[in-house]
Structure formats: C-alpha cells, structure tokens
C-alpha cells in the first residue's frame, strides 16, 4: 500500500516533555516541611524562657502567639488534604476534633465562660496535632529520634547551666500581654529555699518533662549500654535539679522498662501500662471518696514530698467540688472548668490545677475523660501487634512517663508532653483502623 511517505523517512520523534514530578515525591516535600515547622514549634518550648524575654525587650511579647499556627495550621492541611485529594475523612482527625466541638457546645451550655472553652480547646488541640502527625513521624523515625536527641541536649545544658550560674537574666520577668500581666519563667522555691531550675524553658516542670520524653527517645537512639548508662545518669541528674520528683520516679522506671524489653522481647508492656493507669485513675477517687487526706498530717511526710500530702487533703478533693451537682456531674463540669483556663473565665477563685491528669480529664470531659484517659493504655497490645519494634518501645515508655507522671501532676496542659501523648493516641487509633485508613 502507498502510504506517500517515502520508505527512507525516518519517524518523527515526540515532542520533548518537561519530567512530571511524581505526586508522592510532593507529598513527601509537603510532609517534610510539616515536620520540619514541628521542630520549629518543639525548639520554641525548649526555649520559651530566652524566647519570651528576647521578644518583650524588643516590646512584642505577642509574636509568640504565632507560632499556634503551625499545628493549627498542620491539622487543617492534613484533614483537607485527605478529604479533597483522596475523598476521604480522615477519621484519626475528624473523631477526636467532633467531641472536643460536642464537649465545647456542653461546656457553653452549663455557662463555662467563652473565653475558658476557647483556651480549652488550644490545650487540647495539641493532643490532636500529634494524632495527625504520627503517620508522618512513623515513617521518620531515625529523624525523629535525633532531633529528640538535640532536644535532651539543650535542656539539659539549660539546667546545668541554671544551677551552676543562678539565676538566668530571663527568670521571673514580668511583662503585659494581649492576655494580662504574663512572666519569661516562673520562679519559685521548695522548702529550704532550693530553686526549681527551668534552664532554657518556662518552668522547672516544662524541663523535666521535655528531659524525661527526650531521654528516653535519646536511649532508644543508642543501644550501647554505656552510652544508655551515661544518657540515664545526664537525665536524672537534671531532672533532681528541676526538683520535679514524679518524674524523678516515672522517668527511672520507662528506662528501666526499655533495657529489660532488650533482653525479653515478648514483654509488650500492657500489664506495666495497664497497673500504671489503674492508679492514675483510681488513687484519687480513693483518697477523695474515703476521705484519707483528713486522717493525714503534714509532719507524717517528710519536707521533700509534702506536696503529696496537700494534694490528698485540698487540690484532689477541691477539684471534685468543681463538677456538677446529681446525674450532670457524669458529663463533667465542661471544657475549660479546672486548670489555667478558669483563670481567664468568670471564677478566677475556684482555680484548680488539679494535679492529676485523670482528674483533670474528669472534670473537663466527666466519665468520657477516664475513657479517653485510659485509651491509649488498653491499645498497648494492638500497637504491639501492628506497629515496628521500635515504635512500640517509644509509644509504652512515653505511656509508662503519663501515667507515672500523671499520679501527681497535670500535664495535658503542657504542650510538649500533649504533643507527644497525641502521638500515643495516634498510633492507638491508627491500629484500631488500620494502617490503610491512615496512609497520607
């Protein structure tokens, strides 16, 4: 057959095209860069001291206030990301951030002040921007587990540095914000006038939980048994220094867990999580329902721990009188009732710190806060069972740090430990769904 081209034509070659990124390549860019604004916002806590006194001597503390926009902004993207590009809700997200909006409606409807449901919902919000960021963690391990290492570095130079120097040029500033009179640090004393060191951060209580989270992610970083004996003995040093005595025991103990799971790989550490939990939430309902504190004087405890006996006799049992009266007080006192958002609400006198993490739920969320309290601890053996060795390590011995912690002190309003216990709620959740359900 003529075809009119001429046999020895040789075939027109396609027009050059531009090589076309792949779409995962873009949304590993993206991920990385969330991670990376991540750092940024955890390098921020490790250094909120410096960081609150450098912005009010240039006379705009209120630039702080920036950097909530980075997980604001993260969980947004991540949830719309999910819904617009894949057509689906992620549900790691949309759960948890439907019954804080449910809980925020209650809390508006038993008259909790507007102004404490929205400082609330910014405490909580960084139990969710873990949630959301553990699928991209997951996948980063090494990553992470350096920057954890740098982490422990800088806050424990900050409290040696503390101790050795005194008094830093940033503690105990005072200055006015968009909020009220707000200080660089919070300088403050046990008995026998020993300083609660912050180092670089806000408060002794910022640093030993930002040193606790940090040192375990620094010893499952080496295995070395030197280096784990030398990172241990770094920790709790500085720890004693920030005089924050729960986690003088808790972080002891997530050490111990990981050197002995080394040698007993079946050991996936739901009993350990499981008993510590039980007493998070039950000693206080003990000491409060049996009235032990009243049977209790201060001279029965020595002077380093007689902050136990004042939460046995006055904050556990205050906290209770915070919720409602009949059936009501199953649902709680509402979003925003106890901690530093009663504050800024209508009853400034009625603050309570509760010092107890399950209590603080409680009262914030009333029988759903000891569900959502004890969530993670009844996933230990799902997580196990579907996430790698190391990820398992990291997620029981942050839990172990909850818990331990938890007994004696609130931590959800600290925003690196909140962060990091979303991460545990985010590996819970993801084994419960499946890993396909959460594959950005």
């Known amino acids: 057959m003529n075809t009119g081209v001429p046999w020895t034509a040789s075939p027109r070659a396609a027009p050059a095209r531009a090589p076309v990124r792949p779409a995962r390549d873009r949304t590993r860019a993206v991920d990385d860069l969330l991670c990376a604004l991540l750092a ?7 250094l909120e001291g410096v960081l609150r006194y450098v912005l009010a001597a240039a006379g705009v503390p209120n630039l702080l206030y ?22 689906r809700i992620d549900l790691v997200i949309a759960i948890p951030s439907a019954l804080l909006a449910c809980h925020a ?14 400082f609330g919902l910014k405490i909580y919000l960084f139990v969710i921007y873990g949630m959301a960021m553990w699928p991209l963690l997951r996948r980063r391990l090494a990553p992470m587990l350096a920057m954890g290492t740098a982490m422990f570095a ?65 010893m499952l970083r080496y295995g070395h048994p030197l280096a784990r004996l030398a990172i241990f003995a770094t920790a709790t040093t500085a720890i004693v220094l920030t005089t924050s005595k729960g986690m003088v025991l808790a972080f002891p103990l997530a050490a111990l867990w990981l050197v002995v799971q080394d040698r007993r790989p079946a050991m996936d550490g739901h009993v350990l999580v499981g008993a510590l939990c039980a007493a998070t939430v039950v000693l206080p309902l003990v000491v409060v329902f049996w009235d032990i504190g009243s049977a209790m004087k201060a001279s029965d405890f020595p002077v380093l721990i007689v902050s136990v006996w004042e939460r046995f ?19 709680g006192a509402g979003l925003g009732s106890i901690g530093t958002p009663l504050a800024f609400g209508n009853t400034p006198h009625q603050a309570n710190s509760a010092d ?12 759903a806060g000891l569900v959502y309290c004890a969530f993670p601890a009844l996933s230990v053996r799902k997580v196990a069972a579907c996430e790698p060795v190391a990820l398992h390590r990291m997620y ?14 609130n931590m959800i309003e600290e925003s690196f430990f909140s962060f990091f216990f979303g991460l545990c709620f985010g590996a819970a959740a993801s084994a419960w769904l499946g890993e396909k359900e959460r594959t950005p």
């Open 40 to 46: 940024v916002y955890l390098t921020t806590l490790l």
């Open 66 to 87: 920036l950097r909530d926009s980075i997980p604001v902004g993260s969980v947004l993207f991540l949830f719309l990301r999910s819904l617009l590009r894949d057509r």
């Open 105 to 118: 409606v209650y809390s508006a409807m038993v008259g909790v002040a507007i102004f404490a449901i929205a």
């Open 154 to 218: 800088i806050t424990a130079a900050g409290v040696f540095a503390n101790f050795l120097w005194g008094t830093m040029p940033w503690e105990g500033l005072e200055y006015e914000t968009a909020f009220g009179m707000s200080s660089t640090t919070r300088t403050w004393w046990m008995a026998h006038g020993i300083a609660r060191l912050p180092g670089f951060t806000r408060t002794s209580f910022n640093a030993a939980v930002i040193l606790g989270i940090t040192g375990l992610l620094t």
């Open 313 to 331: 006799t006055s904050m556990w049992p205050l906290a209770f009188q915070l919720l409602p009266d009949g059936p009501q007080s199953w649902l």
């Open 356 to 367: 107890n993490v399950a209590i603080y739920m409680m009262v914030s969320f009333g029988v």
């Open 396 to 409: 029981v011995a942050v839990l172990v740090i909850a818990y331990v912690y938890g007994v004696s002190t």
